[in-house]
T-cell receptor
Framework: GAVVSQHPSRVICKSGTSVKIECRSL??????MFWYRQFPKQSLMLMAT?????????EQGVEKDKFLINHASLTLSTLTVTSAHPEDSSFYIC?????????FGPGTRLLVL | GQQLNQSPQSMFIQEGEDVSMNCTSS?????WLWYKQDPGEGPVLLIA?????ELTSNGRLTAQFGITRKDSFLNISASIPSDVGIYFC?????????????FGTGTKLQVIP
């Protein structure tokens, strides 16, 4: 299957700082990437859809000014959590769309102190 | 956001036993996907189903796309300890020019050696 990477795999930051997470599709070009958030013992919830060269589409209830998404190339999308707070601590997972299916990255564990 | 109803929520089985889990939705999907997630990792695609009624196998795994397009099941035969993990179904449907995926609530599988 297709390979998607994420960086960093885990990050600890102080409250009020911003954190950038990268998502790369390593062996295919993805015009669309997706960002999910997963809280402990829960399912994945779609946050936003990242489209190369255009603005991201955010799901209801997700603040676009807090979760900045940039999809600058066909292989890279970034999610920036701005002014992070402890309640933003979660597992963030990206996926990249290849023809018919989505392939997921390994996730980024964010802990905000 | 929307989630699919997945059952059972969790299950303990003896090594060697067969496992069955299913997913239902109130709305139709064009594609059904089954993923496995290990702790601290992103979901890994197991099986993708693209047509109503389709029955697909991947080793000891078999999945079917329901005729109504509102449900799917996954069977695991002769379970082994490494089958332990959380299994998610996901329904995929075209939305706004891209394939949007909605995840099920997950089934936690534990295999007793």
């Amino acid at each position: 299957g297709a390979v998607v990477s994420q960086h960093p795999s885990r990050v600890i930051c102080k409250s009020g700082t911003s954190v950038k997470i990268e998502c790369r599709s390593l062996d295919f070009q993805a015009t669309t990437m997706f960002w999910y958030r997963q809280f402990p013992k829960q399912s994945l919830m779609l946050m936003a859809t990242s489209n190369e060269g255009s603005k991201a589409t955010y799901e209801q209830g997700v603040e676009k000014d807090k979760f900045l998404i940039n999809h600058a190339s066909l292989t890279l999308s970034t999610l920036t959590v701005t002014s992070a707070h402890p309640e933003d601590s979660s597992f963030y997972i990206c996926s990249a769309s290849s023809s018919k299916t989505q392939y997921f990255g390994p996730g980024t564990r964010l802990l905000v102190l | 956001g929307q989630q699919l109803n997945q059952s059972p929520q969790s299950m303990f089985i003896q090594e060697g036993e067969d496992v069955s889990m299913n997913c239902t939705s109130s709305s139709i999907f064009n594609t059904w996907l089954w993923y496995k997630q290990d702790p601290g990792e992103g979901p890994v695609l197991l099986i993708a189903l693209y047509k109503a009624g389709e029955l697909t196998s991947n080793g000891r795994l078999t999945a079917q796309f329901g005729i109504t397009r509102k449900d799917s099941f996954l069977n695991i035969s002769a379970s082994i300890p490494s089958d332990v993990g959380i299994y998610f179904c996901a329904g995929q449907l075209a939305s706004g020019g891209y394939q949007k995926v909605t995840f099920g609530t997950g089934t936690k599988l534990q295999v007793i050696p």
